[in-house]
């Protein structure tokens, strides 16, 4: 087939829509199909190198579900759009986020053929679905399917639409995060016992609950060391704490290339995820339970989907930095439950490999194709 997938986001900005259609892109075509990703991009330029990619607008920084999402606002996008699906003919368009402003909604409008839309977000409300109901329905009842990467993200949008929408879930590529990754040197070389935090810094993730119990940690014990591997608006008053309370050994590794980053998981004895909420899967954790350590997550609906509790990972309340830094002290001096933790999450992200995940995308892809066909019978009989 020839597949377009649309993203609103910024695709040269790291980001969890962008990985996962990255990685769809790349399954997709090595299946042997076709495949074009339309996206934004705050750099001037065509593709940037990146084959199959046509960059379509500027993206600029919103504020959104507690997080900034780079989007394309503008909707003199009309001509190049049209242009690109006359000339290309896809069988299938695959919006993620579809009804997020503007791109994904001017390709819906404008494009005759077979549309499939997936949906990321998870929040306690949309202020722009709840008011633009009656506009963005027009757009919803355009898509032949629906995808949710979760049931909380299916949930979630059906508070808005009405609709049959398929659970396919985030994809987690196995043979890029295993146990088999030479750790860090320079964490490694320091004879401590590494909790691991991966993540943007931005208040949602929960940086600040994982550092304030690291610290009640730390007065404990002087084995561990807290390691952050991200960037983002909170890095510089998180420093500025750590200053002032005279926290130790807690370091900072800004952004990890790809390369990189299955390296630092395998620097770990524990991963902690401590989002607050606004998380509809969370793919770090099968990056970490992929990787063979085990995961302390926040007992959030997006991460209670992907986590049992007990066989694959802790949940802890989110919030709650006394019970955090119990847990992992419990942890950290527990090898056994370490162990048997971190082969039931090698087991469990084994079901969310891209091969696995793909094949469901592409069934949903069928079902699609099959609505379009009858709905143009119809059209023709009536």
């Excluded at 962008?18 to 042997?32: K, M």
């Excluded at 943007?200 to 591997?229: C, N, P, S, Y």
């Excluded at 592409?362 to 009989?381: G, H, I």
Aim: hydrophobic fraction near 40%.
């Amino acid at each position: 087939m020839k597949i377009c997938i649309v993203s609103p986001y910024d695709y040269l900005h790291p980001g969890g829509v962008s990985e996962h259609v990255r990685h769809l892109a790349h399954e997709l075509d090595h299946r042997g199909h076709e495949v074009v990703v339309m996206a934004p991009s705050s750099k001037v330029g065509d593709n940037h190198g990146i084959p199959g990619f046509v960059r379509i607008g500027r993206s600029v920084p919103i504020r959104s579900n507690g997080s900034v999402a780079r989007i394309a606002l503008s909707f003199h996008l009309v001509k190049r759009i049209r242009a690109l699906l006359a000339e290309e003919d896809f069988d299938v368009v695959h919006y993620h986020e579809p009804l997020v402003p503007a791109l994904p909604i001017t390709v819906l409008r404008f494009h005759r053929g077979v549309n499939v839309g997936t949906f990321h977000a998870v929040s306690k409300r949309n202020v722009g679905y709840y008011y633009g109901r009656p506009f963005l329905k027009r757009y919803f009842n355009r898509l032949h399917a629906c995808i949710a990467v979760s049931e909380p993200a299916r949930t979630f949008v059906r508070t808005y639409f009405n609709g049959d929408i398929e659970v396919v879930p985030n994809g987690i590529d196995c043979s890029r995060f295993t146990p088999d990754h030479e750790p860090i040197s320079a964490l490694h070389a320091r004879g401590k016992k590494t909790i691991l935090f991966v993540g943007r810094l931005e208040k949602r993730k929960g940086a600040g609950t994982l550092l304030a119990a690291f610290r009640e940690l730390r007065a404990r014990r002087d084995d561990v060391q807290l390691v952050i591997v991200g960037e983002g608006p909170l890095r510089e008053s998180l420093e500025q704490e750590i200053a002032a309370e005279r926290i130790p050994d807690v370091i900072f590794c800004g952004r990890a290339s790809p390369e990189e980053l299955p390296r630092y998981y395998a620097s770990a004895q524990v991963f902690c995820s401590p989002a607050t909420g606004g998380e509809s899967f969370g793919i770090v954790l099968l990056e970490a339970m992929a990787t063979g350590i085990p995961v302390v997550a926040s007992a959030i609906p997006g991460f209670s989907h992907v986590i049992t509790a007990g066989y694959d990972g802790i949940l802890v309340p989110a919030k709650r930095p006394a019970m955090w830094a119990k847990t992992l002290d419990q942890l950290l001096d527990n090898h056994e439950m370490r162990r048997l933790l971190g082969e039931g999450g090698m087991t469990t992200a084994k079901r969310f490999d891209w091969s696995r995940v793909v094949d469901d995308v592409l069934a949903v892809y069928s079902v699609a194709q099959e609505r379009a066909l009858l709905n143009k019978v119809a059209a023709d009989v009536y």
